[in-house]
């Protein structure tokens, strides 16, 4: 089995700063793409970033230029680093990652448990 655990959220002011971070563990072969959505209430789950494993990112347009996203293969891990933070990103964050289990190249999605991120004065 893989597990995904989030770490990071938090609350914050808005114009500040939260870095989340996932960890992969399990039965890992390989991970491939790797990255964050968020689900804010009553609105509908969102690609926040991505980024593959060599290192190609995408981000959805309200957070370009403010968040970053990275990886470290090594560890099995992915970090979003969230600058200039506004009301409007408060949300559950989940990581998500590709992750082959077999030599054949079987390759799953798994999810995180999710962590809030409120941006509140």
């Known amino acids: 089995q893989v597990q995904l655990v989030e770490s990071g959220g938090g609350l914050v002011p808005p114009g500040g700063s939260l870095r989340l971070s996932c960890a992969a563990s399990?039965?890992?072969?390989?991970?491939?793409?790797m990255g964050w959505y968020r689900q804010a209430p009553e609105k509908q789950r969102e690609l926040v970033a991505a980024i593959t494993s060599g290192g190609r990112t995408n981000y959805t347009d309200s957070v370009k230029g403010r968040f970053t996203i990275s990886r470290d293969n090594a560890k099995n891990m992915v970090y979003l680093q969230m600058n200039s933070l506004k009301p409007e990103d408060t949300a559950v964050y989940y990581c998500y990652a590709g992750v082959v289990i077999t030599w054949l190249g079987n390759e799953y999605d798994y999810w995180g448990q999710g962590t809030q991120v409120t941006v509140s004065s």
């Open positions: 399990g039965s890992i072969i390989a991970i491939n793409a």
